[in-house]
């Protein structure tokens, strides 16, 4: 009786004794959504364009960070320590298209699948062979330091990454919604073969995509490397974007920002409230099952299309 | 496959409503596919359903097999009636059918896509399965006999162990109907088996089509868009447009019938 | 030339389902037992037993395991390390509360706790379907971690976590734990691995294995010919979680016997799925290849630098390492999709014409 209670309505007297406490575990909570969410786009990005699940996109963003502070360190000012950044993104996209999507058209989405785990290897190597596989601090200079709205404190730091985070959708969308590109991108999406018909350049599309998916690797990169330095253990939040996708409906970019708020905010209620008296690290596995009792009832996650089978 | 034995008994039988669909109505959002939908198909009969594209002919086999549940009417079968059953259900109940786009077991060799008809009437468990040498070899070889049968049957002796996804379109049509007729089935419904065909390969599958008829008695549901392979195959024949059903009757009736003629040839709809 | 079945004529439908119809085939695999029994555990040293003979076998039953979900019935899974870890953890408990238990029985028993949690996390395939069920999957792998990091009575309240195996006996001889010669312990998971595959190529080129396939390849059409999706998936869930969750306690109680929780994380899973993908999907000779493949490659990379006599630091060396096993993937994906298995076929063919191209 004393663990039901303790489970089942303990938790919601500490809420309601201590509200405020409760705000800011909320806020901590879509606070690290938007960092899910942010890696969780570059995933949907490259799913939207070619179907592949790119398992590398977590490496990717410890390759960017790391290539931010390589350059950073070689004494370049920031905005072309950015350039020079991105430049390398651009790169990898195309050599990525040369050395593996290229050779690997038609092939089941499982054998691409694997091959950007096999990538995900080579990235994390390469980055760590050229700049070294210490934490690196990472100082942009991005506003640090709280301030309170009433009882409530405040980063200001989230409020920043909040704010990157929608600007990036809003990009994306206007850039697949108007312009010639974000056109052959979508048309990309729905068929392959339709798309190569009517002339579109599948493989520049690609790189393009690739590339896109790099920048906001970057952006990910910048935000999570101020938060906590650029280390090896940015590869595994690729597991943390991983429920957030599928909760989101894999193709939908809104869906990915709101499926990470709802994550970031019930893993972290739920480790606060519930999570001690199970011991702790809750956060590990909470996304998974909920997204997998989710799927259970909605098969195409919160946003995406409706699976129609025909025969 | 049914002895010749039986083969009398069935003619006689002949006549006997084995299935009948009453005021079918399926409907998906707001496009309505079919329209309180009446039919029914008598044993050992040829039962063609013709009609323009969309007219819901597929949407109707679908419904028989338990694919799509419709909104409204019951389809009754050997004195059965059902309103919702799902497909492996009433796979067992004796239905089998194709498909209008063929839908095979890529992965599987032309023999091993026909035992696969045979699933429903093998018997031994996962341990014997495992064990292999005994019962399960049995099983095995007897099913293998009844499938060899079929080969036989359809002449595609020659493809037995190819992987069905290199086989030639006209080819696969011809397992995937050798894959239904390993359900030995009482109603087998086929979706456009001659789409897509030469004139050759249509008069081949013309004649496996009268022979399943003739000499295993099995009742057959027919789509198909030549007509000429309608009107000579079928004893009964459907018409079906923009969901609902405008004739029914022996081919010659429904040939003649003048909202037959206006829906294939186009009269503006009021 | 050598390699050519004319005149054998088959005269028996049981002859014609034989798994090695040819007589060449016959002799080349009674050949590689015969070395695998008789001449590797007393030629080989006890180092190549260990790093690389005994966790090849054992990712070998992994590996089939796997390829039965994935390979035959289409299920992708990412969670292998979870079941894995349910095996080892099984294995200790019962190898703990009863000593006297034969620890063969103990293993075979084990995977039976691993099918039914398997069974569990399988149910979100009667909803969802490739990479939404691989991603479902993966809540069993963090899931299981978590709860034998977290829960002290799956490891005796080890403090740590850690779960260490005593030492058991066959026919006193010693198995597994300290004092076991790695010869037995070779022999032993060997004469696991030939059951496990003969019994898994047995249900695959039966009903079942025709059930899974058809499942893979077309789901709809597989309901339409009467197959029941549920039973077809979640038995293929059951006796793949089952086969993983003997590996697991091999690979705790005969290859690591120290075992912390962390050996089976994620990275476990995809080290299987690599190796049914590189081996080949739905093949059991892919399983076993791939096995041995993906666990040499490191054990080779490792002592390369070594070998040839290149002074690299230990640092760098692991950075090569992660970029080429992770290049040896692409390499493989874009040689040959299919896996191992194909290229053997494939030289089979090459084979049975040689010396004569056509």
């Known amino acids: ?311 | 496959m049914r002895a010749p034995a039986t083969e009398a008994a069935n003619a006689t039988e002949t006549g006997k409503t084995v299935l009948s669909a009453e005021n079918i109505s399926l409907t998906f959002g707001g496009l309505k596919a079919l329209r309180d939908v009446s039919f029914d198909v008598k044993k050992g009969e040829i039962r063609a359903i013709i009609g323009p594209n969309g007219a819901g002919k597929t949407s109707m086999l679908n419904c028989i097999n338990g694919f799509y549940h419709p909104q409204e009417g019951t389809i009754t079968f050997k004195g059965v009636a059902r309103r919702r059953a799902r497909p492996d259900r009433i796979a067992r109940q004796g239905i089998a059918r194709t498909f209008q786009n063929v839908a095979l077991f890529k992965g599987m060799s032309t023999l091993d896509n026909i035992m696969t008809g045979r699933l429903t009437k093998m018997h031994t468990n996962f341990l014997l399965q495992a064990i292999y040498w005994g019962p399960n070899q049995r099983e095995e070889i007897a099913h293998r006999e009844v499938c060899e049968r079929i080969i036989d049957f359809l002449e595609i002796e020659h493809i037995r162990n190819t992987p069905v996804g290199r086989l030639p379109y006209g080819l696969q049509k011809r397992v995937e109907l050798a894959r239904a007729l390993a359900m030995e089935p009482d109603l087998l419904l086929l979706d456009e088996p001659m789409a897509g065909m030469n004139l050759e390969e249509k008069q081949d599958m013309c004649r496996f089509i009268l022979d399943t008829n003739h000499q295993l008695g099995t009742t057959i549901v027919l789509i198909e868009h030549d007509m000429g392979v309608v009107m000579d195959l079928s004893d009964r024949v459907a018409v079906l447009d923009y969901g609902n059903l405008i004739a029914d009757g022996r081919p010659d009736d429904v040939q003649s019938d003048q909202r037959v003629i206006d829906a294939y040839l186009g009269v503006s709809h009021q | ?358």
């Open chain 3, 1 to 358: 030339m050598f390699y050519r079945e004319a005149g054998q004529f088959k005269t028996s439908y049981a002859a014609d389902q034989a798994i090695f119809p040819i007589l060449q085939d016959r002799l080349f695999v009674i050949a590689v037992l015969a070395v695998a029994y008789l001449v590797i555990p007393f030629i080989s040293t006890p180092y190549f037993l260990v790093t690389i003979m005994i966790p090849s076998l054992i990712f070998c039953i992994a590996a089939l395991g796997l390829n039965v979900l994935t390979g035959y019935a289409g299920q992708l899974s990412l969670g292998t390390g979870g079941f894995m870890a349910v095996g080892a953890y099984a294995t200790f408990k019962m190898t703990t509360m009863f000593p006297e238990l034969n620890i063969v029985i103990v293993f075979l028993l084990s995977g039976v706790f691993a099918a039914a949690v398997g069974v569990l996390f399988g149910l979100p395939s009667l909803r969802i379907k490739g990479f939404y069920l691989a991603v479902a999957t993966l809540a069993a792998q963090f899931f299981l971690i978590w709860l034998f990091n977290r829960v002290g009575w799956f490891s005796n309240y080890d403090p740590s976590g850690t779960i260490s195996m005593p030492p058991r006996d066959v026919f006193g001889i010693r198995v597994v734990g300290s004092g076991a010669a790695p010869e037995v312990r070779y022999l032993m998971v060997l004469t696991l691995v030939v059951v496990f595959c003969l019994l898994v190529k047995n249900l695959v080129r039966s009903r079942m294995g025709r059930t899974w396939m058809a499942v893979r390849d077309m789901d709809i059409a597989a309901e339409i010919i009467g197959i029941r999706l549920m039973w077809a998936k979640l038995s293929a869930f059951a006796i793949s979680s089952y086969l993983c969750g003997v590996a697991g306690g091999l690979y705790f109680a005969v290859y690591l016997r120290t075992v912390e929780t962390i050996a089976f994380d994620v990275v476990l899973s995809f080290v299987v799925l690599f190796m049914i993908i590189v081996g080949g999907l739905g093949s059991v000779l892919g399983s076993i290849l791939g096995a041995f493949f993906i666990t040499a490659i490191p054990v080779i990379l490792t002592r390369a630098p070594h070998d040839l006599g290149i002074p690299i630091s230990v640092d760098m060396a692991q950075h090569l390492e992660v970029i080429i096993f992770g290049s040896l993937i692409i390499f493989f994906l874009i040689v040959e999709p299919h896996g191992l298995a194909r290229l053997w076929q494939i030289a089979k063919e090459k084979l049975r014409r040689w010396p004569f191209p056509y």
């Open chain 1, 1 to 311: 009786m004393q663990v039901l209670f303790d489970f089942l309505i303990g938790p919601f007297f500490q809420i309601f004794e201590a509200p405020i406490f409760f705000v800011e575990v909320v806020i901590g909570g879509m606070a690290a959504g938007i960092m899910y969410a942010l890696v969780a786009i570059g995933f949907a990005v490259i799913f939207k364009a070619s179907g592949i699940v790119n398992f590398a996109q977590g490496a990717m963003v410890l390759f960017a960070g790391l290539t931010l502070v390589g350059f950073l360190q070689m004494g370049a000012p920031l905005w072309l320590a950015l350039i020079a950044t991105v430049v390398v993104m651009v790169a990898l996209a195309y050599a990525v298209e040369r050395v593996v999507l290229g050779p690997l058209v038609n092939q089941p989405l499982i054998v691409l699948f694997m091959a950007t785990i096999g990538l995900s290897f080579v990235i994390e190597g390469f980055g760590e062979l050229a700049w070294g596989s210490d934490v690196h601090r990472l100082d942009v200079g991005l506003p640090r330091g709280s301030f309170f709205v009433g009882d409530i404190m405040i980063d200001r730091f989230h409020l920043v990454a909040a704010g990157s985070a929608g600007a990036l959708v809003v990009a994306i969308v206007l850039f697949m919604q108007y312009t010639k590109f974000g056109r052959a991108l979508r048309a990309v999406a729905d068929d392959h073969q339709a798309a190569l018909s009517v002339g579109i350049p599948l493989r520049m599309i690609w790189v393009i995509t690739w590339s896109i998916a790099g920048v906001i690797a970057l952006v990910a990169g910048v935000m999570w490397g101020t938060q906590a330095g650029i280390q090896f253990s940015l590869v595994l939040i690729a597991f943390k974007a991983l429920p957030v996708l599928i909760l989101g409906g894999f193709n939908s970019i809104t869906g990915a920002i709101v499926a990470g708020l709802i994550i970031g905010v019930g893993e972290t209620v739920f480790e606060v409230y519930w999570g001690q008296m199970m011991g702790g690290a809750t956060e590990n596995w909470f996304a998974y099952v909920v997204a997998m009792i989710f799927l259970f009832f909605r098969p195409q996650g919160l946003f995406g299309e409706r699976i129609i089978e025909r025969v």
